[in-house]
């Protein structure tokens, strides 16, 4: 049975499992009100689901059209818009936003103030420090033809953010990859590799006890 605050509001048809949790001033299943350039899809949105041992934290959203899987942590005021599709065993930290038309990957962890834009996809064991900032929009909201191009990052399996890190848009960062804190990246990142600075270079491969697949 789920658990709901008070104060919270779920909106009719969603979905919670067993044993979640809507702690006090969430909102699950809230519909977007979108400007009039917006380049998000406009159809109706199905009900958000809420998998078995998630808690949704005090004053966080979960908007409608998007699921989030068992034993989650979305943290306080943290914000989870329409489209998005969140694994399993994943972590919101407090304040951070994932914007619509993103996927998620099991594990992944996104702490404080990060900012994942729409159009993203982030694999499996993603950890996403601090404020980091993710962008989809090379036109920045100029010209028509940004709407066909716009695309946020694909950070790959494993791959680590350091804190206030600036990721462009449509680059992959790839499996195991480790960016440096407040790296500005501008292209695509290979695997195994660690980049820093602005724009980010090559610095050196990944530590070999850092690799997932020697324990790390």
Do not use: W
């Not at 909102?27 to 159809?43: F, N, W």
């Not at 998007?66 to 818009?81: E, F, L």
């Not at 206030?164 to 499996?175: K, R, T, V």
């Amino acid at each position: 049975m789920a658990e709901i605050h008070p104060t919270a509001t779920v909106y009719e048809g969603t979905v919670l499992g067993e044993g979640v949790r809507v702690l006090e001033y969430a909102i699950v299943g809230k519909q977007p009100s979108l400007g009039a350039r917006s380049t998000a899809k406009r159809e109706p949105l199905a009900p958000s689901v809420i998998g078995d041992g998630t808690v949704v934290s005090s004053g966080a959203i979960v908007f409608a059209g998007s699921t989030v899987g068992a034993n989650c942590i979305v943290g306080d005021q943290s914000c989870i818009r329409e489209r998005v599709s969140l694994a399993d065993d994943c972590v919101l930290g407090r304040g951070s936003l994932i914007e619509n038309d993103t996927t998620v990957g099991a594990g992944t962890r996104i702490q404080a103030g990060a900012y994942i834009t729409a159009y993203s996809t982030l694999e499996e064991d993603v950890f996403v420090a601090p404020c980091v900032v993710t962008t989809n929009d090379n036109f920045m909201g100029r010209t028509e033809r940004r709407r066909e191009l716009m695309r946020g990052p694909t950070i790959r399996r494993s791959a680590r953010i350091g804190g206030g890190a600036i990721l462009c848009p449509g680059i992959e960062i790839g499996e195991e990859a480790f960016i440096g804190a407040g790296a500005v990246v501008t292209r695509d990142v290979p695997p195994r590799v660690v980049v820093v600075g602005s724009p980010a270079r090559m610095l050196r491969p990944v530590a070999d006890d850092e690799l997932r697949a020697n324990g790390g």
